[in-house]
C-alpha cells in the first residue's frame, strides 16, 4: 500500500464540558496561547500536503482563531462522536491516496519529533492504520487498548463501555492515528451507534480492521505526558506548569540562573542571553530581550522590553515597552510604560 499524500487533520469540534466555561475548549490558552495552536505548531514542521481542523462548536470562533495558519476546515454540526467528526471532513480531504494523521486540538504537549517517529514508522511498516499509546498509573477516563497474541491491537474499548477488568488495563489510546484514508472512510461507514454515549466511535475501526485481517500497528510514546489530553481546568494548569517548566530548564541550560524557577514566569517568545541572573517572582512576557549579564530583582514584571548588557533592574519594577540601554541601572519600584513603539 503506497500513500501518494499525508493529510493532517485535527479534531476540534467538542464543547468540553467538563471545563464548565462558556468558550470553546481549544480556544482556553495553554503557555500563553490557545491549546490548538500548540497542536498546529506541532504539525507544521512536517509539511502536510494538506492540514484541516474540523470544527463544531462555536465554529467561527475556532476558526477566526487558526486563521494564521494555512490549513482548511471542515464543520461537524451535530457533535455525534470522533468517529462523526472526522467523515465530516471527509469531502475535504478529497479521494486521492494517501494517509491520514488524526489528532485532537486539546492535546497541546505533543512534540514534532515523536509526531514524525510515528508517521515514519506507519509507513515504513506499509500498514492501513497505527495508533499511538501510552501507559498511565492512573488510565481513567481513557481508552484502554486490546493486544492481540502477537503484540497488535484488536480493539479499543472506551472508559464508559470498559468492563472491571478492562478498566485495570494501563495501556491506554493517546487518540493520534495514522492510518490509510481509504481504509478511514470505508471503516468508518461501518461504525455503529451501540454504546453508551451513542456516538460513532473512531476507535471501533480498530476492531474492524482486526476483523478483516489488517494488521493494527502500535506506536508507542515514552513520555506520557505528551498525550494529555485537556478536559479540565486542572489538566489546563498542568499542561501550562509542564511547557513553563520545559522553557525554564532550557534558559538553565543556555547558561541563565534562575533563583526558586518555580516562581518565575517567562513567555515562550522571550529572550535572555547568558550570565543574566533571575529572581524570585518574576513575571516576563511578550517580545522582551534581555542582555548579558543582567541581574532582575524580585518581583519585577517585564513585557515587551529590551534590556541592553549588564542591566540592573531594582525590586518591584513595572515595566511595558521599556527600553534600558547597557550597563543602565533601574530603580526599584520604577514604572516604564510604551517607550518602544510598535514593538
Known amino acids: 500500500m503506497i500513500a501518494h499524500t499525508v493529510t493532517g487533520l485535527i479534531l476540534a469540534a467538542g464543547k468540553g464540558t467538563r471545563m464548565k466555561s462558556a468558550r470553546a475548549k481549544v480556544l482556553h490558552e495553554v503557555f500563553f496561547k490557545p491549546m490548538i495552536h500548540h497542536v498546529l505548531d506541532a504539525v507544521s514542521p512536517l509539511h502536510f500536503d494538506q492540514t484541516i481542523v474540523v470544527t463544531g462548536h462555536q465554529a467561527e470562533m475556532v476558526e477566526k482563531a487558526c486563521s494564521g ?167 489546563l494548569s498542568l499542561a501550562h506548569a509542564t511547557l513553563q517548566k520545559q522553557l525554564l530548564h532550557q534558559l538553565m541550560d543556555q547558561g541563565v540562573t534562575l533563583i526558586s524557577p518555580e516562581t518565575i514566569t517567562v513567555h515562550g517568545q522571550v529572550k535572555v542571553e547568558r550570565d543574566t541572573i533571575i529572581s524570585p517572582n518574576v513575571f516576563i512576557s511578550g517580545n522582551t530581550t534581555i542582555g548579558y549579564n543582567c541581574r ?3 518581583f519585577c514584571y517585564l513585557r515587551d522590553c529590551r534590556l541592553g548588557d549588564n542591566v540592573s533592574i531594582g525590586a518591584g519594577c513595572y515595566l511595558h515597552g521599556a527600553q534600558v540601554g547597557a550597563n543602565e541601572n533601574i530603580d526599584p519600584h520604577s514604572r516604564i510604560i510604551d517607550q518602544i513603539e510598535h514593538i
Do not use: W
Not at 120 to 135: D, F
Not at 209 to 221: S, T
Open 69 to 235: 495558519y494555512p490549513v482548511a476546515f471542515a464543520r461537524q454540526d451535530q457533535q455525534l462522536g470522533t468517529g462523526h467528526a472526522v467523515l465530516a471532513a471527509e469531502s475535504v480531504l478529497g479521494s486521492s491516496p494517501g494517509d491520514v494523521m488524526i489528532l485532537c486540538g486539546d492535546t497541546p504537549l505533543i512534540r514534532t519529533e515523536t509526531l514524525r517517529n510515528m508517521l515514519s514508522g506507519h509507513r515504513a511498516g506499509c500498514q492501513a492504520l497505527t495508533v499511538m499509546t501510552t501507559y498511565l498509573d492512573n488510565p481513567a477516563n481513557y481508552g484502554r487498548i486490546l493486544p492481540d497474541g502477537s503484540g497488535h491491537i484488536q480493539a479499543i474499548v472506551e472508559e464508559k463501555d470498559a468492563s472491571p477488568e478492562q478498566k485495570e488495563i494501563k495501556e491506554i489510546n493517546a487518540g493520534i492515528y495514522c492510518v490509510d484514508k481509504e481504509f478511514l472512510f470505508k471503516a468508518l461507514k461501518g461504525v455503529g451507534t451501540d454504546n453508551k454515549q451513542g456516538e460513532i466511535y473512531l476507535t471501533d475501526i480498530i476492531a474492524i480492521a482486526h476483523a478483516n485481517g489488517l494488521r493494527v500497528q502500535r506506536f508507542f510514546c515514552h513520555h506520557s505526558i505528551e498525550t494529555l489530553g485537556i478536559n479540565s481546568r486542572l489538566e
Open 296 to 298: 532582575i530583582a524580585p
